[in-house]
């Protein structure tokens, strides 16, 4: 009922910059938290920032000063900019974001299929 697609990972050089990008589609009627995670090899999936429905957002403590997470609700979309990246940001990049359907009457949530993103040395 709504589809999470990511995009803009790749290929980054140590201390660069990244934007991501996660549009929403589907039957939606109200959009709620939205938040980006990531999961690198052999590791748990962890949180990387979330945003709410009115904009307040939140870090987890790794990527706190360099990584700022962002929504336009008239495009259905949350971003991620990624700056000073390092060789431990690379992972696999979700998106994950809590939806109202016109098919449902209480919020779920949604999960995007995820984006890779390297960062070299």
């Known amino acids: 009922q709504v589809q999470l697609v990511e995009s803009g990972g790749g290929l980054v050089q140590a201390g660069g910059s990244r934007r991501l990008s996660c549009a929403a589609s589907g039957s939606i009627v109200s959009i709620g938290a939205m938040a980006w995670y990531r999961q690198a090899p052999g590791k748990q999936r962890e949180l990387v920032a979330t945003i709410t429905s009115t904009g307040s957002t939140n870090y987890g403590d790794s990527v706190k000063g360099r990584f700022t997470i962002s929504r336009d609700n008239a495009k259905k979309t949350v971003y991620l900019q990624m700056n000073s990246l390092t060789p431990e940001d690379t992972a696999v990049y979700y998106c994950?974001?809590?939806?109202?359907?016109?098919?449902?009457?209480?919020?779920?949530?949604?999960w995007g299929q995820g984006t890779q993103v390297t960062v070299s040395s």
């Open positions: 994950k974001g809590v939806f109202l359907t016109a098919f449902s009457s209480s919020y779920r949530e949604y």
